[in-house]
């Protein structure tokens, strides 16, 4: 991959995979350099087709990331070097399976829950096995949450539910209410949270509340 890496005027197989991430290389281009490279070494192809030479270049970007996992501070492992975002439409949280998307343009890697509607449109070979950095415990990262919860309207409700998730040391960076006359009124807020297990704990915890009659998790588009 080094090779390959060169055949693109590029030092190194980090600096490819990033090329590759941000876009400066289409995948098709490093095929053909990587095919190239195997016909100078084998003087033949073989299981040249582009899913089984795609499988390679992930594989080779596992390894290459996998040995620098425990000195990175990402909480995201297989895309260390790499610019990414969490997709607000699904909003990961550690504890999920997720996957990664190579966006189109120079918007860098996307990161998905595997079940994400969102990614199944999207080509294999766009697609990047990830995970959650088991190494990153420092419990500085907050992931943004939307929740969607459905009450009965009075007086103070939205105040009750604040310094419930306040005593839980749960920070809310938004909040909004929608009142219709004679209909349960719908808060909307927007929670920081560690992992999947406290969005568990937070759900049953406002669930349990008496003038709380449903409460969800819920993405942007």
Known sequence: MKKVANRCNLKTTEDLLASLGFGGLTLHQVLNRLREEIKLQTGDVKN??????????????????????????????????????????????????????????NHGITIHREDCENVIPIPIERRLPVGWNQDNKTGDNKFPIQLRIEVIDRVGVLKDILMRLSDKGINVSD???????????????????????????????????????????VGKS
Do not use: F, W
Request: glycine share 8%; hydrophobic share 30%; with cysteine.
């Open 48 to 105: 040249d087709s582009d899913s089984e030479i795609a499988k390679s270049l992930k594989s080779n970007n596992n390894l290459s990331t996998n040995q620098s996992n425990t000195a990175t501070k990402s909480p995201i492992s297989g895309i260390e070097g790499l610019d990414y975002r969490i997709g607000k439409c699904c909003s990961p949280l550690p504890g999920e399976d997720i996957i990664g998307t190579v966006s189109l343009g």
């Open 175 to 217: 909040a909004n209410v929608k009142t219709a006359y004679g209909k349960p009124a719908i808060i909307n807020l927007c929670v920081g949270l560690e992992s999947y297990n406290q969005l568990h704990k937070t759900i049953e915890q406002i669930k349990s509340m008496a003038d709380v009659l449903d409460i969800a998790r």
